[in-house]
């Protein structure tokens, strides 16, 4: 067996450490990152009774729409406006601060088995410590990989979606504003329109941070998550999706929950975006000792010994999947061919 020289050994120590001190770092960042949480948090609920308080307002006034001054119209409706558009706006910086939160504290547990490892390493023999971090280093670089295919598909969604529609309707403000003194006929139908088009980016903004990160999922956990989500998947997609459960309904640890949820979220997603699917069948069973899930398809399918073993596997999160369900002592079944749809089962330990 290979013996690795002093040099190779002052390396390594010298990664580990890298690794405790920015251990130590990233444990600092994710105490920061909470209180921006508890501050962000205490400013939506604040915004939301705001924007409660101005719909109540608004509604007294359309109550009343002949008899109100415009002026007392048009600041109904401003503020109305704002208020939503600045809570819109902290509801999804609080998102991403809990997103920013898990990524980091899952950093921060890869950094603590990293630095579990190289002790382990250092006991063991140099070989054997050579191959570990080799491993280590590989997960690392695919969790890297997939987390920015998330960070894009996220930042395509906003663009498309949220973005767009409060530019709409900052153009749509504008124009009642000009209608107000020339044409009030018009600029009640122009705040009609507003009105609808308010209601319609808010369930967009809604749907969108029901995919980013469900708050139901800590409240309720992974079953009335997945049955909400299979439901607005199906309005938004335009595909027949159906969610069947079976076992005994209750909670398990919040990692696995999400392990759970996370999964079928992207492998519904694959089904649509890669296999151009129009049905989907949802499975998940829960018994005392395990969860086990199903997703199957009726999209394009892929030949499964060539996807496994080429760039598309990274593509479609495959490789990703099976190391984290490995990682959590499960297992995962991929079963798909050209033509047939796809059908991936997996199971986790949960007792």
Do not use: W
């Not at 006991?123 to 191959?131: C, N, S, V």
């Amino acid at each position: 067996m290979a013996v690795a020289s002093g040099s190779d050994n002052e390396s390594f120590a010298r990664f580990l450490e890298e690794c405790a001190r920015e251990y130590e770092q990233t444990q600092r960042e994710l105490k920061e990152i909470d209180l921006f949480i508890q501050q962000t948090t205490a400013e939506v609920e604040r915004l939301a009774q705001r924007n409660t308080q101005a719909t109540n307002r608004l509604r007294q006034i359309e109550a009343a729409l002949d008899t109100v001054p415009r002026q007392d119209i048009k600041e109904a409706y401003t503020t109305v406006l704002n208020t939503q558009q600045r809570l819109f706006t902290m509801r999804g910086q609080l998102e991403k601060l809990q997103s920013n939160q898990q990524n980091i504290s899952r950093y921060l547990e890869l950094l603590h088995k990293i630095l579990e490892l190289g002790a382990q390493t250092v006991r063991g023999t140099q070989e054997e410590g050579k191959a570990e971090a080799e491993t280590a280093q590989t997960f690392v670089i695919r969790v890297i990989e997939a987390q920015e295919r998330e960070r894009q598909r996220l930042s395509r969604q906003i663009h498309d979606g949220p973005a767009q529609s409060l530019t709409n309707l900052i153009l749509q403000a504008e124009i009642c504003e000009r209608f107000f003194e020339s044409d009030p006929e018009r600029a009640r139908a122009e705040l009609a329109n507003l009105r609808a088009a308010v209601a319609a980016t808010f369930q967009k903004v809604r749907g969108f941070i029901l995919s980013l990160r469900p708050m139901m999922l800590d409240d309720l956990g992974v079953v009335p998550t997945l049955r909400r989500y299979v439901e607005t998947f199906s309005e938004n997609k335009g595909v027949s999706a159906r969610l069947i459960v079976t076992g005994k309904e209750r909670r398990f640890a919040s990692h696995k929950e999400v392990t759970v949820f996370r999964l079928i979220q992207e492998l519904m997603d694959n089904a649509v975006e890669y296999g151009h699917a129009t049905n989907i069948q949802i499975s998940l069973d829960l018994t005392d000792e395990l969860a086990r899930a199903s997703v199957e398809d009726n999209g394009s399918g892929f030949d499964l010994s060539d996807t496994l073993t080429s760039p598309d596997a990274d593509r479609l999160g495959l490789r990703t999947m099976r190391e984290r369900v490995e990682m959590l002592g499960g297992r995962i079944h991929f079963d798909s061919a050209l033509g047939r749809g796809t059908k991936v089962g997996f199971e986790l330990p949960v007792g």
